[in-house]
């Protein structure tokens, strides 16, 4: 797209005023690393140079007129008003503007709207407030994983340096082969989230039973970072999203080694723990799953209080259908799905065992498994 | 001739019983002031809390409900009570009635308004806290996952729509039959206008936000699934109901803005409007494009591409009749004898600001580019251009402009001249950063953000605290002018002003019009 570079680096030339005014802070929006995502950033710019022409026109005549035809410097008024002409010109001028607008608008949009021959299908399904990402595998074979916020608490609230990549870490990135079609089917587990990358210039929003459909082709290699834009509840901006783009060959190597681990854990699930590991992978669990709602010392917020509750110090059988199957319309989420069996073994041991809620009761993983047998 | 018509009753009986379209219009005025206040406090909190990266002040679920209630309190407390309240005060003066059609009805419409706020404050203080779904309360955030306190919102919403609703009506008969004889549509002043046409708005959309209310109402408590997938309902069910009441909802705030800026200019100009026919064919346009383009908020929940297609063109084509009313505007001042007081002032800032809300619209409304603007904070600098550059600096217009023929006493012109420029800076400073992060992708509604967004963020809040600031001189000069205020006595208060209500005595007394005026040659 030659107009395309012109035009960026006209561009580039006009943003570089406000870039030199504020340093480093990125003012304008990203072309990305997708041709969606360049040609929505040439729209983008084309659009916003229209204005611009538009305005300096308008402005100038006002500026003009507050300048020259001020009462101070004694005008006389004139008392003209109407004219078809006029009204006319500046009724038909502004349409055909806008009909140059709607036909790159157009063009871009059914591109934007072309899901056929993606060449890898990606469940993406928003929870309050995690994303699970699942590779849907012809053979049934899926490869799935919840893709938690990774920064501590301690930065969040200013005891600790924050980071780099502040709020925009997760624990497992969703990985994806470069130059290939990625088809995302999006939807959400509880309310309406937003699925968004800036740089892949993808947005689409999970919407609970239903599934949206988008698609994206990354042409570099690199990590990409972006956030939930749909307000959904009170942790909205703890969800971000990362995708990292990957050669072929380093994502088949990522998705094997996905799948051994699966496997792994598996044959975890039959091996029984001591109370010590338990606790300690528990506390992990319970930091990265639970804390947002339940408090840092199980002191509850959004949702109840752990420490000292009537779930946590009675019936295990209880205690472990909360957490495997949530509490229908609140937020308490069905963990079954999302925790494998170890994890839900040691956190439910954890949250009987912390907060002073001393038990000593220890929970297996096999005991979860035969308790979501029934 | 008998003195038959009393004056005022005193107390506060006057205020309680009145049924006189002056005191009410002053009742509106002050309660939206006071709205405007507290909508204020709350953004005050939000950019406290903004103005660090990290969690400082307040929980990210408090934040949420921050940003509901600002957004609630200053549609429906603020800007809409606010021009109710211009429209009482001038719409009977602007016409030659002695009053509004339905005076009962309209101090119902007006003693509701502050128990169904009260009803919404409270929620404050309720278990769970106020609703944190933001302003549009797009379900099931606010239906099955919201704290109980949504039901008093609800019901909160219901009586504020009464009470729009029967306001609107009264705009609607008073307009229709109460002008003075010779005084016909084409005559009327552009701000009746603009109130008549906004008027058959509310009429319209109002019943259609109770009805989304009352759904969230039977979803909640009665076992129904409008919402829920579920039961074999829609979440975007709501959405599209929701916006077809709230796009015609934002023409609602911002037409009787157009109005008072189309009376104020070309008082200023000493010239008259440019194209008033035009003005009225455009503000009629608007509004009827207002119901066929509520899907552009919407582009990114996944409707098909012909319903994305049909409601672009149909948004960009809203950009015409707007253009039409800004090139009036400017071809008003063009070659007139201008002079700069407050109210001029703040309708320039309104024309530049507002055009630059105009060409973030027309961005806004390019679908796929869209897909990269929806719910960031690039919307929020948009909205708040259209707004408060729109609404809020045409009704402070209004204000400084109307001030001296209501209360008989001029402002302090330096301190109004002040406050405009506080005001301009103090806006710009708060929101053009947030075009910046916003395409830079920091989206809407968070507590918190990365640390690329730290300095226009920062920017953003001492903006938005000296912009907060200005309002107190504001209310301070308002204040001072009807206690102590300079005396004015001039039935025609600005050399430049033309209509029925520079024709009567200022102050203006408390009964005008009780025999209809003559429409002279300059009106008829």
């Known amino acids: 797209m030659v107009g395309g570079n012109v035009m960026r680096s006209a561009l580039m030339a006009l943003m570089a005023l406000p870039a030199a005014a504020?340093?480093?802070?990125?003012?304008?929006?990203?072309?990305?690393?997708?041709?969606?995502?360049?040609?929505?950033?040439?729209?983008?710019?084309?659009?916003?140079?229209?204005?611009?022409?538009?305005?300096?026109?308008?402005?100038?005549?006002?500026?003009?007129?507050?300048?020259?035809?001020?009462?101070?410097?004694?005008?006389?008024?004139?008392?003209?008003?109407?004219?078809?002409?006029?009204?006319?010109?500046?009724?038909?001028?502004?349409?055909?503007?806008?009909?140059?607008?709607?036909?790159?608008?157009?063009?871009?949009?059914?591109?934007?709207?072309?899901?056929?021959?993606?060449?890898?299908?990606?469940?993406?399904?928003?929870?309050?407030?995690?994303?699970?990402?699942?590779?849907?595998?012809?053979?049934?074979?899926?490869?799935?994983?919840?893709?938690?916020?990774?920064?501590?608490?301690?930065?969040?609230y200013n005891t600790d340096q924050k980071g780099e990549h502040y709020l925009l870490e997760v624990d497992e990135p969703l990985v994806i082969p470069v130059d290939t079609k990625v088809r995302f089917l999006i939807t959400a587990n509880d309310v309406i989230h937003s699925w968004w990358v800036p740089e892949i210039a993808v947005k689409r929003d999970a919407i609970p039973g239903f599934i949206n459909e988008t698609w994206t082709k990354i042409t570099e290699e690199g990590i990409y970072r972006g956030q939930c834009t749909e307000l959904c509840g009170a942790y909205h901006g703890f969800m971000p999203v990362v995708v990292h783009a990957v050669s072929r060959e380093e994502f088949d190597a990522w998705m094997d080694a996905k799948r051994a681990d699966e496997a792994a854990q598996v044959a975890a699930a039959a091996v029984d723990l001591s109370l010590d590991e338990l606790m300690s992978k528990g506390e992990a669990v319970y930091n990265a799953q639970c804390l947002a709602c339940h408090g840092a010392q199980g002191e509850g917020g959004v949702g109840n209080a752990i420490a000292g509750s009537a779930i946590a110090l009675g019936d295990i059988g209880t205690h472990l259908d909360v957490g495997i199957k949530g509490v229908a319309g609140t937020a308490m989420q069905a963990f079954g799905g999302q925790l494998n069996d170890v994890d839900m073994a040691a956190v439910i041991t954890y949250q009987r065992n912390a907060f002073g809620n001393n038990t000593g009761d220890v929970i297996q993983p096999s005991d979860v498994a035969s308790h979501k047998q029934g | 001739m008998g003195d038959h018509h009393h004056g005022p009753a005193t107390g506060i009986g006057r205020w309680l019983f009145t049924t006189n379209h002056k005191d009410i219009g002053t009742m509106y005025l002050w309660f939206s002031f006071a709205m405007f206040i507290l909508g204020g406090t709350f953004a005050?909190?939000?950019?406290?809390?903004?103005?660090?990266?990290?969690?400082?002040?307040?929980?990210?679920?408090?934040?949420?409900?921050?940003?509901?209630?600002?957004?609630?309190?200053?549609?429906?407390?603020?800007?809409?009570?606010?021009?109710?309240?211009?429209?009482?005060?001038?719409?009977?003066?602007?016409?030659?009635?002695?009053?509004?059609?339905?005076?009962?009805?309209?101090?119902?419409?007006?003693?509701?308004?502050?128990?169904?706020?009260?009803?919404?404050?409270?929620?404050?203080?309720?278990?769970?806290?106020?609703?944190?779904?933001?302003?549009?309360?797009?379900?099931?955030?606010?239906?099955?996952?919201?704290?109980?306190?949504?039901?008093?919102?609800?019901?909160?919403?219901?009586?504020?729509?009464?009470?729009?609703?029967?306001?609107?009506?009264?705009?609607?008969?008073?307009?229709?039959?109460?002008?003075?004889?010779?005084?016909?549509?084409?005559?009327?002043?552009?701000?009746?206008?603009?109130?008549?046409?906004?008027?058959?708005?509310?009429?319209?959309?109002?019943?259609?936000?109770?009805?989304?209310?009352?759904?969230?109402?039977?979803?909640?408590?009665?076992?129904?699934?409008?919402?829920?997938?579920?039961?074999?309902?829609?979440?975007?069910?709501?959405?599209?109901?929701?916006?077809?009441?709230?796009?015609?909802?934002?023409?609602?705030?911002?037409?009787?803005?157009?109005?008072?800026?189309?009376?104020?200019?070309?008082?200023?100009?000493?010239?008259?409007?440019?194209?008033?026919?035009?003005?009225v064919y455009a503000t009629a346009s608007i509004a009827f494009l207002s119901f066929i383009v509520w899907a552009h908020h919407m582009y990114t929940v996944g409707m098909p591409v012909a319903g994305e297609l049909f409601f672009m063109y149909a948004t960009m084509l809203i950009a015409v009749p707007t253009g039409v009313k800004v090139f009036n505007w400017i071809t008003t001042m063009w070659r007139g004898a201008l002079s700069f007081e407050t109210p001029m002032l703040f309708c320039i800032g309104f024309l530049v600001l507002f055009t630059i809300g105009g060409f973030t619209g027309l961005m806004l409304s390019i679908a796929p580019a869209d897909f990269q603007y929806h719910d960031t904070y690039f919307v929020v600098a948009h909205f708040h251009y259209v707004m408060v550059a729109g609404a809020v600096f045409s009704m402070t217009a209004a204000v400084y402009y109307w001030l001296p023929k209501w209360s008989g006493r001029m402002y302090n012109e330096t301190m109004g001249k002040v406050h405009f420029w506080i005001s301009f800076v103090g806006f710009n400073i708060t929101f053009f950063p947030q075009h910046f992060v916003g395409l830079a992708g920091m989206p809407r509604r968070i507590p918190d953000y990365a640390l690329q967004f730290a300095d226009f963020n920062m920017m953003s809040s001492i903006g938005a605290f000296i912009y907060g600031a200005s309002q107190i001189l504001f209310l301070y000069n308002v204040l001072a002018t009807i206690i102590a205020g300079e005396k004015v006595t001039d039935d025609k208060v600005w050399d430049g002003a033309e209509g029925l209500e520079w024709t009567i005595p200022t102050p203006a007394p408390y009964h005008t019009f009780e025999v209809p005026p003559k429409l002279d040659a300059a009106h008829a």
């Open chain 2, 44 to 279: 005050m909190i939000i950019r406290a809390e903004l103005f660090q990266p990290g969690m400082q002040l307040v929980e990210p679920g408090f934040f949420n409900q921050m940003t509901t209630l600002h957004g609630l309190v200053m549609v429906f407390g603020a800007i809409m009570p606010s021009f109710v309240g211009l429209a009482n005060w001038l719409i009977p003066m602007m016409i030659g009635a002695p009053d509004m059609a339905l005076p009962r009805m309209n101090n119902w419409s007006f003693w509701i308004l502050p128990p169904g706020f009260l009803m919404l404050a409270s929620t404050l203080f309720m278990e769970g806290g106020a609703p944190a779904f933001g302003w549009t309360f797009y379900a099931p955030l606010s239906t099955t996952y919201a704290a109980p306190s949504v039901t008093f919102f609800i019901f909160a919403i219901h009586i504020l729509g009464v009470s729009s609703i029967m306001g609107s009506i009264n705009i609607i008969a008073t307009v229709m039959n109460m002008r003075a004889p010779g005084m016909t549509y084409m005559k009327m002043p552009l701000f009746v206008w603009t109130w008549l046409i906004t008027a058959f708005l509310l009429v319209a959309v109002m019943p259609v936000l109770a009805g989304a209310v009352t759904m969230m109402l039977m979803d909640i408590h009665f076992g129904t699934s409008f919402f829920s997938a579920a039961g074999g309902g829609d979440p975007v069910l709501f959405q599209h109901i929701f916006w077809f009441f709230g796009h015609p909802e934002v023409y609602i705030i911002i037409l009787p803005a157009f109005g008072v800026v189309s009376q104020i200019i070309p008082a200023f100009s000493r010239k008259p409007l440019f194209g008033y026919a035009s003005m």
């Open chain 1, 22 to 156: 504020f340093g480093d802070n990125q003012v304008n929006m990203s072309p990305g690393v997708t041709t969606i995502g360049a040609e929505i950033y040439d729209l983008h710019m084309l659009i916003m140079i229209i204005c611009v022409v538009i305005g300096i026109g308008v402005f100038g005549v006002m500026f003009y007129s507050i300048i020259y035809h001020r009462k101070s410097r004694g005008v006389v008024p004139s008392q003209f008003h109407e004219s078809t002409k006029v009204e006319v010109a500046w009724t038909v001028v502004p349409f055909l503007i806008l009909i140059g607008m709607a036909v790159p608008a157009t063009s871009t949009l059914l591109e934007v709207y072309d899901n056929d021959d993606a060449e890898l299908d990606i469940l993406v399904t928003g929870y309050q407030w995690k994303w699970k990402y699942e590779y849907l595998d012809e053979s049934g074979e899926n490869v799935s994983f919840f893709s938690n916020l990774a920064t501590p608490q301690e930065e969040i």
